[in-house]
């Protein structure tokens, strides 16, 4: 019994060190993307604004009217679907599900929420080069 129960700790030391995010870049991704679902589930829309990149905001400015109907939305859920690696760990694509119930018309609906994830070396910081969820594109 002793050793079964040996073993069974073992494992489990083993696959937290396995999960936990090795490099620095890995961590601060975590902390960003846990941070900004947060935003995100209590509909903080100005904050989240905070999290996208300033280059992109420049190319493609936050309307006060996005910003305007994304609050008549509530968050009722947010589901991270997929969660790709690209540009060898500097970047990522992630696809999330967020339901959003709109408080005007008691309905619910859910949007697919592409996101774009790339490090800046300078800042350290993981930034958003892609918007803020639209709840206008067609229910899937």
Known sequence: MKLILRSIFILGIAS????????KEEKGLSETLLQYETIVRWAQWDA????IAAEYLEENPITRLELDRLR???????VV?????????KGLLQVVEIRMFNKNQARERSVIDE?????NEETERWKLHSGLPDPTQRNY
């Open 48 to 51: 989240a604004t905070d999290f």
């Open 16 to 23: 937290l060190l396995v999960a936990c995010p090795k490099t």
């Open 81 to 89: 679907r997929s969660s790709v690696p690209v540009e060898e760990g």
């Open 72 to 78: 008549l939305f509530r968050v009722t859920q947010y």
């Open 115 to 119: 996101q774009y994830w790339k490090y």
